[in-house]
């Protein structure tokens, strides 16, 4: 999931995606994506895993709930 510049290449792969960009948006898309139990992986982008950790730690957390890998931005976090 994330904004659709950052998800063309996923979609060209094949993935099934859900764009969004703004925190409302992704909350919205997290929220629905932690809740459905056929969804066993949500990539998110680092903005998101930043912008919102209690909610992607919430999700991450359910005994059930999907796999959550927050991609690297490359930013400072990094140390680049």
Not at 33 to 46: E, Q
Request: proline letters at 8%.
């Amino acid at each position: 999931m994330g904004r659709p510049d950052d998800t063309r290449g996923f979609a060209l792969a094949g993935v099934e995606i859900a764009s969004c960009q703004t925190p409302r948006e992704a909350e919205a898309v997290v929220s629905a994506l932690g809740a459905d139990a056929s969804v066993g992986v949500v990539i998110v982008p680092a903005w998101l895993n930043r912008t919102l950790p209690a909610l992607v730690e919430r999700v991450r957390a359910r005994r059930r709930g999907p796999v959550i890998l927050a991609l690297p931005d490359g930013g400072s976090e990094q140390g680049t």
